[in-house]
């Protein structure tokens, strides 16, 4: 099922929680809302759920426009941050609750489908068990088969994995992203862990303050992110800012500061350029090299091996740099170096307003 | 672990090492204690002394001789124990059943709607409980005024009743209520911020799994906050045994003999008040202690049935 969110609104009295947000979700599409706490992601969840109703805007599901109806007419499945499993009701009785509510569901009926949507998420031995019994994990995978019983058209997930201890976490996001293919059904997911979005999404809403950022693939985000703080927010660790002089030089620009001396591949062109800019590369698109080469020079401020590879903090004049160095490297805190820059993966951003320059 | 130690030592030195753990714990308990040895204990053990003797205005403090069970098998002698036993348990339980039924009411009813209004409205139900016993209780003598006066004569008369002194008509409607209206509060206050304590996200879930209003309420709302209802229930019995003083104020036991007159109103009138002038200190004392047995029966029935064990263990409402 196809959802469409246009100008979409919330405000709670003064606060504005989303604004104007225009969001267009394809039929099996797996969509992550992400952005900072506060920005607004469960709000605009729970106005697509029924539960909020929008200050102003439009919800459509296919060709239908349902922000006027109530949640249960919507045909959707909530999994809940805090899982809201209902206490006081086995895993079964939890799961066949949504089943029970409808008159048309036989009782053995019910009961099959329980057992069939516990059966797709692994929890079929545990129907007699209370919620207080169960694992977080386990929690998760009862709440998901609460939510895909009555076979909704739309699957909302808010922040499903926060709960989670870090492997359970890793273990479910495949799990989860496997479902959702599996079922084939349109579901729009909430986090705050760009990596999650990163990985599980195939489109990535990034908000901020209740305003849509940046609306893409994971993979368009991270190679061409629309503007500085979409950049800051995707990649981890987060990409490296600088504010530098721009100047032309033959035919091509220079971006300069304080022990660095850039030369753009394919700058803003000509006229357009600004005086100044903000740098932007990946910690992963710089590399030490030998004192005296490359683009800058500074010397070892902090490394912190990470097995697979070594963060090290590099303190160029004023600022500080973060590279990804191989796990071989090796060096002392103050010891001189080089560092590279990757030309074809600078970014540049207006400093005043942040827009994406080239 | 404090306990295998103890057994390992020799006799003489457990209690001293008895005493060096619990030592602190005693002194910290010790002040709480002393309050309720004097105010709690002391009371009811008195009560039940006093009621093996003749202790009355006639026989003065110091005459008084000890006259065993005399006082008891007067009471079961007497024609009328039965009908206030009776009274007792008809008020009880009717009373009980509006202070819960209609407490639950108010709490749903104003969480339901608009917050601030809800606010509101649950102040308007602690009114009876804020304004002094005796300015309440006048409140009701006037409202059930005799014609042509009395505020209820007004509010039912577009209903074609004929106006009545509802004292004298329906004494029982009006002690009902008038204990009705002051216990409701205390059932909505503790169940409101039971209902408040379930988190939001169990309502919002049950709407999306289809669930109306009624719905939630049945299935959700009402076995979440089971152990604050018959928390409820079982105080609400308590105090309702141990209350007399809307009916004294009120009908006080009337009309005719012992209408409305409960076990602990007729304690007090032969104790403190009776028409013949001779308080029969002794004699309440023993009405007393029937009821001080009656209420902890009834409390360990109650217990029993509501299996308090698992009110304390199980855990209410999980979060996360
Ligand atoms: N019921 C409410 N009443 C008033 N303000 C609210 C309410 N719900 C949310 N807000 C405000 O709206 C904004 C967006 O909140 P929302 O809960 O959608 O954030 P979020 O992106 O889900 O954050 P988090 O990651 O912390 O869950 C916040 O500024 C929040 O304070
Ligand atoms: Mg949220």
Redesign the pocket.
Known sequence: MRVALRGLT?K??E????HELDLEIRSGEFVA?L????????????MVAGI?RPTSGQIFFGDRRIDHLLPKERGIGMVF?SYALYPHMTVAENIGFPLELRRSVSNEERERRVREAAALVQVDALLDRRPAQLSGGQQQRVALARALVKRPDILLL??PLSNLDARLRHEMRGEIKRLQKEVGITAIF?T?DQLEALTMADRVAL?R??VLQAYATPTELYARPVNQFVAEFIGTPPMNFFAADLAPRNGSLVARTEGIELALPAGPRGAKAPPTATVGIRPEHLAIVAPGQGEASGEVYVVEPMGREQIVDVQVGERRLRVIAPPGFVAKIGERVGLRFAPEQLHLFDPASGARLA | MARTEAIALPRERQGAAWWRTNATALLFMGPAMVLVLVFFLAPVVITFVMSFTDLATSTGLSNWQWIGSANYERMFRSQFWFTILGNTLVYVAIVLAFNVVVGLGVALLSLHVEPKAGGVFRALWLLPRISPSVVYALMWTWAAASPPFGMLNYIVAPFGLEPRFWLQSDPWLIVILINGFVGASFGMLILTSAIKAIPEDLFRAARVDGANALQIVRRITLPLVKWPILFVLVYQTMSLFASYEYILLTTNGGPGLYGTETWSVWAFHTALANYYGNLDFAYGAAMSAILVLLGLGISIVLLRVFRFGQLVAEPRVEVD
């Open positions: 919330k709670f009295g606060v504005v929680g989303v809302l952005g900072p706490s506060g920005c607004g992601k469960t709000t605009t969840l729970l909020y941050q808010d922040e909430v705050h908000m303050d209740g």
